[in-house]
Structure formats: structure tokens, C-alpha cells
């Protein structure tokens, strides 16, 4: 069952409205906090070790890492080189998808209508894909570096045939923690899922907080997890050793 | 679980070829071809990609694939999208009955992960695929390498958001087929994975058959 988590979060700082994009390198030691304002938040994230950006999250070795199909507290986001790139420290969320992926300006379209700049300004209808290209080339990054990615707040569950379903999930002042094992390039979009039923064009608030947080003890909650974690964790101190 | 099967005769193929496990192999297939991936001796992980043959920054994409058919396994009628929501391929035939796109490829770093530090040094697909590509496929490099699909190889999904490697549903002689919607490049690893039971711990040669269109 998901952990619900209930110590306090950083307080955010900053607000990203609907539509927005937001990057940073979060340094090995601090957390980022991301709070669901009014509820029905979804924010999709990337992940990339900064000092070598070909090192990213990945989604089918996190996933079979700690035999999951989805994140909450007490997990870890993998990068491809068996290293924990963040570790979820905080959940009252519960569920974060990883499988379903983002929304095309294509698709976007087809659902929401133009919302163009001409005629919204600056609420036109931003879509995932053109926010993490947007924001991924201010670090020379590209289309190529677009792989699954983390739907923050999302809830597509499978029954036992497989079949998906878009499951109402966060509610508002749900929020959910990131500690960086790492120095760590993050790039959110704050933009609507695909599967999200809202037949009009209206992304919620996310708060965003940045706090230092202590380096992960022996007792750790993601490192104890699982045997598997405990390896993770391992290698990725390794590479500071 | 449907299985359907296929009318091609495999004397009628144009391509013909094993695999071995822990060998790699890339080959255009060209719209309207159909491929057959056939699991010889059963229990066997096909780890496999798709590339755009002419623009190979489009590739396969897992997560459209399932969201866009809004079911976590593969089988017939799946049609497997790209990352610009084209379809690359769709499964035409299918006489195992589901198949995996979430478990990803063995990896040298994952194993230590998923199994103990000292499995750095064995055969994995991760291998396969970045030898292949620099041997074969210049265009590409690590970044392209996206979660690729597992012919074969069962990772059942829980309501509750778990997840696990079973023992294989596929038997000697079992097979996928798919129709190329456009050009493509296939990319295979056909996985030398000693640690789980996707293989059943005893990797096994497949046979690769491309029929052009009637």
C-alpha cells in the first residue's frame, strides 16, 4: 500500500501556474518539495545526472528495481547507470505515474482546440512536449534526451488484464518531496496528462520549495526499502568515494 | 489471452535467420513487410526496438504504445506508436499471448541492482544493443536507447501498482508478427539474462523471418 507520509515538507517558494516550465540543478543534498495548490495538479518531470546528462531516469529500471508500477514514498528514481538519482522522501499523494508519458502539442490541439499566443497571450495552451524541448535546450538537450518521464499527482491504474484506467488522485495541499542523491538537472512541465478527462484547457497551481535536507542514514527509508535500494544506494556513493 | 496465428509459410519467407541469445541484430524491414519473431525452444526474452529507418531520432515509444491503447501488454492489434505518435508497426499475429514493455533491458548497472554488486560483469542486453549500434547503427548512441519491448516475456502489473518478473506463458515454437507501417529499423538483443526466470535461466536461440507484401 502507498506510505502516506505526514513530516513537513519545504514550504514553497515559487509558483508555477498551469502551463508553465520550470528547471534547475538540484544539488546532492537538497530536497524539492512540489505541492498540489488546489488538487487535480499534474506536473510531468525529467531527470538527468548534471554532470553528465547521457546518465537519466529510467522508467523500466525503476520500476523493476523495487518491483513497482508506480512511485511513493520510500522510492527511489533510477538513473540507466544504477545509480539513485532522487529519492521520494515525503508522499501524501500516494501515486505518481510513470507509464503513460505526456502530452503533444498534436494532441493538445485535438483535445483543447488552437490556444494560440495570437488570440490567449500568455495563457495559451503550453503542451509537455514543447515545454521539455523548450527546457531541455537551455542545456543543449533535445528531442533524442525525451524518454519516460514522471507524471507527479497522476493515477493510471491496471486491472489484472492490463487495461488502464485515469483514477482522480490528488487532492489540494498534497505534496510530495524529492531529496537529490545526486547534482541532479530537473525539468518540470506543469501541463495537463493525456488521459486527464477535463474536456477544457485548465492546469492547476504547483508550489515548489527548496530546502537542505541531511544525507540519507543507514536507516533511510528509501535505502531500506528494499535489498535492492541498498545497492542502489552503494553504487551511488560509490561514485562520490 | 487470444492467440492468433499466422497464414505465412516460413518456406515463402524473403529472411531467414537464428539468433543466438546474447547476440544483437539490426535489419531494415520496409513498409508493408512482415516480421516473425519465433521463440524456438521457449521461455525466451526478445528485447527490441524500432527505429524510424529514415529518421531515427523517431523511435518506439512504450508509454504511447500502452496509453494509447490503454492497456500495459502487448498482443495482436497493438499497434506500436513512435515518440511523434506515429505507428511504426502493428502485431498481426500473436500464439503467445501477451507480452512485456515496461521491464526494460538487463543492463550491467541494473544487475548489480536488481541482483548483487559482483553481476556487474555479465552479458546483458544494454551490452547487445550499444555494441550493435556502434558496430551497425552509427546514427545512434546511448541517448536513443528508449524502453524497448520484451517479446515473450511476462511482467505482470497489480491494481495496487506492483509489479513482477514471472516465470514465461511462451512455449517452443511460439511467435509475433508484425506488419511494418513504414520503414524501420529493428534493433534485437536477444537477451543472455541468467538471473530472473524471464529466460527460464537458460537463454535459447530465435528465429528472425521477414515476408515481403503478397
Given at each position: ?151 507527479f499527482f497522476v493515477k493510471v491504474a491496471s486491472d489484472l488484464e492490463g487495461n ?78 | ?127 547487445t544493443f550499444l555494441l550493435e549500434i556502434a558496430t551497425r547503427l552509427e546514427r ?32 517452443s515454437g511460439r511467435y509475433v508478427e508484425l506488419l511494418a507501417e513504414r520503414d ?31
Amino acid at each position: 500500500m502507498p506510505t502516506e507520509t505526514k513530516s513537513a515538507v519545504a514550504p514553497f517558494s515559487e509558483t508555477l501556474r498551469g502551463g508553465q516550465m520550470w528547471s534547475r540543478v538540484l544539488r546532492r543534498g537538497e530536497a524539492l518539495a512540489l505541492t498540489d495548490v488546489e488538487g487535480g495538479a499534474s506536473v510531468a518531470a525529467l531527470f538527468f545526472n548534471a554532470e553528465q546528462p547521457l546518465e537519466r531516469y529510467n522508467m523500466p529500471d525503476t520500476l523493476k528495481a523495487q518491483h513497482i508500477a508506480r512511485l511513493t514514498a520510500g522510492n527511489v528514481l533510477y538513473s540507466d547507470m544504477g545509480r539513485v538519482l532522487c529519492s521520494i522522501i515525503a508522499d501524501s499523494a500516494g501515486w505518481h505515474d510513470t507509464i503513460t508519458g505526456h502530452q503533444r502539442a498534436d494532441m493538445a490541439r485535438a483535445k483543447y482546440g488552437p490556444g494560440t499566443y495570437q488570440a490567449l497571450r500568455n495563457d495559451f495552451h503550453r503542451n509537455t512536449r514543447d515545454n521539455f524541448l523548450v527546457e531541455l535546450g537551455k542545456y543543449g538537450l533535445g528531442r533524442r534526451d525525451l524518454h519516460a518521464n514522471v507524471n507527479f499527482f497522476v493515477k493510471v491504474a491496471s486491472d489484472l488484464e492490463g487495461n488502464l484506467r485515469w483514477v482522480p488522485n490528488s487532492r489540494a495541499g498534497a505534496s510530495v518531496e524529492l531529496r537529490a542523491e545526486l547534482d541532479v538537472l530537473v525539468v518540470l512541465s506543469n501541463t495537463p496528462h493525456p488521459l486527464d478527462p477535463a474536456p477544457t484547457y485548465a492546469p492547476k497551481p504547483v508550489g515548489l520549495g527548496i530546502r537542505r535536507v541531511p544525507a540519507p542514514a543507514p536507516d533511510d527509508a528509501a535505502r531500506t526499502s528494499c535489498a535492492e535500494n541498498g545497492r542502489g544506494f552503494t553504487l551511488t556513493e560509490r561514485y562520490f568515494a | 489471452m487470444a492467440l492468433t496465428e499466422s497464414k505465412l509459410e516460413p518456406s515463402r519467407a524473403s529472411f531467414d535467420q537464428v539468433v543466438e541469445s546474447g547476440c544483437g541484430f539490426s535489419r531494415t524491414i520496409h513498409r508493408g513487410q512482415t516480421l516473425r519473431i519465433v521463440d524456438l525452444e521457449g521461455n525466451q526474452a526478445v528485447d527490441t526496438l524500432f527505429f524510424d529507418a529514415h529518421d531515427p531520432t523517431e523511435r518506439y515509444s512504450a508509454v504511447d504504445t500502452i496509453r494509447e491503447q490503454g492497456n500495459i501488454y502487448l498482443t495482436t492489434g497493438t499497434r506500436l506508436f513512435s515518440s511523434e505518435g506515429n505507428v511504426l508497426l502493428t502485431i498481426v499475429a500473436d500464439t503467445c499471448g501477451r507480452h512485456d514493455t515496461l521491464g526494460g533491458a538487463c543492463a550491467a548497472e541494473s544487475n548489480q541492482v536488481r541482483y548483487s554488486l559482483d553481476k556487474k560483469h555479465m552479458h546483458n542486453c544494454r551490452d547487445t544493443f550499444l555494441l550493435e549500434i556502434a558496430t551497425r547503427l552509427e546514427r545512434l548512441s546511448k541517448r536513443d536507447i528508449p524502453a524497448n519491448i520484451n517479446f515473450f516475456m511476462n511482467v505482470p502489473v497489480t491494481p495496487e501498482g506492483g509489479l513482477t518478473f514471472e516465470d514465461g506463458i511462451s512455449g517452443s515454437g511460439r511467435y509475433v508478427e508484425l506488419l511494418a507501417e513504414r520503414d524501420v529499423t529493428l534493433l534485437v538483443s536477444n537477451c543472455p539474462q541468467l538471473n530472473n526466470p524471464c529466460n527460464a535461466y537458460d537463454p535459447t536461440p530465435v528465429r528472425v523471418l521477414v515476408w515481403d507484401p503478397a
